[in-house]
């Protein structure tokens, strides 16, 4: 069976969601970040970097969540949260899952570390500045394809809703979704699913 390496409140809710909403069995192997379980063997054999998440499906081992998620979405592809191979939807497809793991993710991060993460002495109202205008102007690109539309793709709910939404769950937790109410609905429908639910329980 499905072995996901997971801790609450981290990404690792990300391709927990995607398996309730693909509603498939699997094993939650909970890692302990308090004890420090992730970076000692054998949880390294899985995640060499000692990070959740990591899916271990028989000889598959897979880290990085929105790999993951991709993985998932395509091994169940009969549940039609992906696109078929080759089609104008898949490339959109792609284009969301990147720019959320290259653009839009740093940015909120960044974010995160100038506003929380870092010691009050490593910020600075400069980089707090630059971080809240990157992570923005991402969030505006997404606002901006979701005009008129219900989900990301195809007009109907796929994976990249899924890893694109818990992203922008982490940006609306800063308040940095104020001023765009469209994507602040398609959040809360999606967060009205059970799998969310069950994934953030
Ligand atoms: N890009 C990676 C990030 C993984 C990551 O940073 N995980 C954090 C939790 S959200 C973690 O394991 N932190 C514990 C640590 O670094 O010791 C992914 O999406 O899987």
Request: with cysteine.
């Amino acid at each position: 069976m499905i072995k996901l390496y997971f801790a609450p409140r981290t990404r690792a809710t990300r391709p927990r969601w995607l398996l309730e909403q693909l509603g498939v069995p699997y094993e939650l192997v909970n890692v302990d970040l308090e004890k420090g379980e992730q970076k000692q063997l054998p949880y390294l054999r899985i995640h060499p970097l000692g990070k959740v998440p990591a899916l271990v499906d028989d000889d598959v081992v897979v880290f990085e969540s929105i790999a993951i998620c991709m993985y998932l979405a395509d091994k169940y592809i009969d549940k039609k949260l992906a696109p078929a191979l080759g089609t104008p939807e898949r490339a959109q497809y792609y284009q969301w899952m990147l720019f959320a793991a290259a653009t839009l993710e740093p940015a909120v991060a960044d974010y995160y570390e100038q506003t929380q993460g870092l010691p009050a002495e490593k910020r600075s109202p400069e980089a707090t500045a630059k971080a809240k205008e990157r992570a923005l102007a991402a969030i505006k690109v997404v606002e901006h394809a979701m005009l008129g539309k219900m989900y990301l793709v195809a007009e109907k709910l796929s994976a990249v809703d899924i890893v694109v939404g818990s992203v922008m769950r982490w940006a609306e937790s800063m308040k940095l979704l104020e001023g765009a109410p469209d994507l602040a609905s398609w959040l809360y429908e999606l967060k009205s699913h059970a799998a969310f639910k069950k994934a953030m329980a």
